[in-house]
């Protein structure tokens, strides 16, 4: 009897049943063989091998991916670690360490704490001050940090910190250094070479009802509704240690610091009877504006 000549006598399903059988112990027999015969050339790379059907060339522990997988994996199409897409990447129990992104080309590393993109280089911040948020410069064998750029969340005052025993130079051809917050100094402000140390333009503020409030360390002071004189009472913001320079806008319009009213503690009532007269003052941890000079130019 020929092969055509055999037939089935079971019913279909069991037909069916039986060649999905023959194909899993044939996909079994193919992944055996492919873990017996060892690749010598590239050439051995074949359709026949899995390796070019599977589209990944993988190296680690033995366990599948999903399974505790820990090696490299590279391939097309990618391979998805919290929702990225990746076609290069290093894995430790499933969890991806290092990789590069198959969409964009962004390197992740630092088990996702790092990232570098066509935006720059971003470090994860951490909640403490821990290895992850660091970048830290090194001697060449790695031995010393000589310095650490991280920052901390904690509480309610997050902070950046630039932190080295190293001196910290600001090149000549940068002009101008621009702190757009509060700069604070645990130590002293040494000044070294030309140039002076100013409090800036100053600004002019209006009284209202004797009340004025300050935004720098240098104001002019002018009287409400352009009155020939005004009583100044109360000076609104500033903290504990901020010097306070006052003069005023025009002659014609004499404001009057009046001691003790409100939160100035002054020698007196002060009357600028001249844009050149100055009050200067500090304040206080009691919230008050003390005098720390006066001159009538």
């Not at 088990?111 to 951490?126: E, P, Q, T, V």
Request: charged share 20%; aromatic share 8%; with cysteine.
């Amino acid at each position: 009897m020929s092969k055509k000549e055999v037939q089935f006598t079971g019913d279909h399903a069991s037909y069916t049943s039986l060649l999905k059988r023959l194909e899993t112990l044939q996909a079994e027999v193919e992944r055996l063989k492919r873990r017996s015969a060892p690749l010598r050339t590239l050439e051995d790379l074949t359709h026949a091998l899995g390796l070019m059907q599977a589209g990944e060339f993988r190296s680690g522990n033995g366990l599948e991916p999903g399974e505790g997988f820990t090696g490299g994996r590279f391939g097309y199409p990618g391979f998805i670690y919290a929702g990225l897409e990746f076609f290069l990447v290093g894995v430790q129990n499933d969890a991806a360490q290092v990789g590069l992104s198959l969409a964009d080309g962004t390197l992740y590393f630092g088990g996702g704490a790092g990232r570098l993109d066509a935006g720059g280089l971003l470090i994860k911040s951490a909640d403490s001050l821990g290895d992850a948020n660091k970048i830290r410069f090194l001697t060449e064998d790695g031995s010393v940090v000589l310095a650490e750029i991280y920052t901390e969340e904690v509480g309610l005052d997050p902070s950046f910190y630039i932190d080295t025993s190293y001196r910290v130079a600001i090149p000549a051809g940068l002009r101008d250094l621009d702190v757009l917050g509060d700069l604070a100094l645990s130590g002293g402000l040494v000044k070294s070479g030309p140039g002076f140390i100013g409090l800036g333009s100053p600004a002019t503020l209006t009284i209202a009802g004797g009340v004025v409030t300050a935004t720098r360390s240098c104001h002019l002071i002018d009287t409400e509704g352009g009155a020939a004189t005004d009583n100044l009472d109360t000076i609104n913001t500033g903290v504990e240690g901020d010097i306070l320079v006052l003069g005023s806008v025009a002659s014609a319009r004499v404001p009057k610091a009046k001691d003790g009213t409100g939160n100035l503690r002054l020698a007196g009532d002060f009357s600028f009877t001249g844009v050149v007269d100055k009050l200067t003052l500090i304040k206080h941890s009691s919230g008050n504006w003390h005098e720390l000079s006066r001159s009538t130019n």
